[in-house]
């Protein structure tokens, strides 16, 4: 699995949209994008995943680059709940894959 | 489907004694994962199984860490004898498959283990 790098803490205030990029210039052709996040105590929760084009849903955008090499999540109207710890994974296989420190969110009132 | 169950939640033991956390994952997922995690070395996968076989045990820290599968709906990590240094909140995940998008995978509440 290709290895990614995400900044260690962001900040963002309530409702404005927050942007976390993740570096993956490793990322193989068949390797999905994931993102997860870990609120406080709780265990990981799946957020989106994308391969090649842009993906939306209820959650979160996910925006990847043409050539793969990077991609950024978006929460486009950040809550208070949303400040977590944001995982970004590369990964073709179900098996082994690292989640490595991930970017730490705090949302601002 | 009520989604990956662990339990216990909590266990407090102490150190010498035998502890076995137990998962049910969600039902029709292949694949089920041991995670371990803690404040110095993070989330770390811990083994992981395909249809009940385990596939990749080399997350395993020692012979002190055991896991079964002995069916689709059920898994046990077994700590024997446990350490003050196996503290941690161990999750379990499970996932469809893999290929095409289905390596996502659904993680359990986790259980918080203190062994004194």
């Known amino acids: 699995d290709a290895k990614t790098t995400q900044p260690t803490s962001m900040d963002c205030a309530e409702g404005r949209a927050a942007n976390l990029p993740c570096n993956h210039s490793t990322i193989s052709g068949n390797e999905y994008v994931y993102w997860y996040r870990q609120i406080h105590s709780q265990g990981p929760q799946y957020i989106i995943h994308g391969l090649k084009n842009n993906e939306t849903n209820e959650m979160a955008s996910l925006i990847i680059t043409e050539d793969r090499k990077s991609s950024t999540l978006i929460l486009p109207h950040a809550t208070l709940r949303d400040t977590a710890v944001y995982y970004c994974i590369v990964r073709v296989n179900a098996g082994k894959s690292t989640f490595g420190d991930g970017t730490t969110l705090t949302v601002k009132p | 489907d009520a989604g990956v169950i662990q339990s216990p939640r909590h266990e407090v033991t102490e150190m010498g004694q035998e502890v076995t956390l137990r998962c049910k994952p969600i039902?029709?997922?292949?694949?089920l994962f041991w995670y371990r995690q803690t404040m110095m070395r993070g989330l770390e996968l811990l083994i992981y199984f395909n249809n009940n076989v385990p596939i990749d045990d080399s997350g395993m820290p020692e012979d002190r860490f055991s896991a079964k599968m002995p069916n689709a709906s059920f898994s046990t990590l077994k700590i024997q004898p446990s350490e003050p240094r196996d503290s941690a909140v161990y999750f379990c995940?499970?996932?469809?498959?893999?290929?095409?998008?289905?390596?996502?995978?659904?993680f359990g509440p986790g259980t918080r283990l203190l062994v004194l």
């Open positions: 039902s029709g997922h292949d694949y």
């Open positions: 995940a499970s996932s469809l498959g893999q290929g095409r998008g289905e390596e996502t995978q659904y």
